[in-house]
Every structure is written in C-alpha cells, then in structure tokens.
C-alpha cells in the first residue's frame, strides 16, 4: 500500500472534479476522508509535517494544488464564487488540518456546502 493506493481510492481525477462545484465538493469530501488516520494508516501513508502525506518514498501535498474548488475557483481569481472560500482563513478548517492534522473540520465544511447545493 502506498500513496499511489490511496491516490486511487480517495483522489481520482482532479481534471474532472473541477468540472462543476458539486463535483468538486464530492470531490474534497472524499479526498479529506482519505486524511482520517485510519484510512492513512490503511494504505502505509502518514501525515508529514504541515500539508504534506507520504509512504516514505513518495509525497502528495495537501493545498490548493490537489483541490478541485481551487483549480475551478482560484486560479482564475474567482475565490468569492467558491462554496468554502474561507477555508483558509485564520481559525478555518484548513487551517486546523495544518495545525493539528485534523481533517473532520474541512470534512464538516464540505458537506454542509454540498447539502446546499444539491437542496
């Protein structure tokens, strides 16, 4: 097991993730309940410091490079469009990933904006 598998079970595509908002929200939901220590520890990854997981061979970044929302909402410099534009902000929830590895508090935010949007 390796971030390969765990890359296959819980990232897929992020081309096709950020199609659509809801997509891209399935899309975190499943990328950051592959961060719960036990699906990690399922597939021989760990959290490194900060944004970072790894098999010790292989390393994968936790940030806006691996989201959908931002590939669909910041890179164009369109964050006020995104359902969870103040993730990153002091006390957010991404934040409390980065602090303290915890990844309920993005999982919360994302299915509370995909409840929003699939009403």
């Not at 410099?77 to 590895?101: A, F, H, L, R, V």
Request: charged fraction near 35%; charge should be positive; hydrophobic fraction near 30%.
């Amino acid at each position: 097991m390796s971030i390969t598998t765990w890359k296959k079970e819980f990232y897929g595509s992020l081309k096709e993730a950020s199609k659509s908002d809801v997509k891209a929200l399935k899309h975190g939901i499943r990328k950051w309940t592959g961060l719960l220590p036990k699906n990690l520890e399922k597939h021989g990854v760990f959290r490194e410091e900060y944004y970072f997981i790894t098999d010790t061979v292989n390393t994968f970044e936790i940030d806006m490079t691996t989201c959908a929302l931002c590939e669909r909402h910041f890179h164009v410099k369109e964050c006020s469009k995104c359902p969870i534009n103040d993730c990153c902000c002091d006390g957010g929830p991404y934040i409390k990933w980065d602090e303290e590895g915890n990844p309920r508090p993005m999982i919360r935010v994302l299915k509370k904006a995909l409840k929003e949007r699939i009403k």
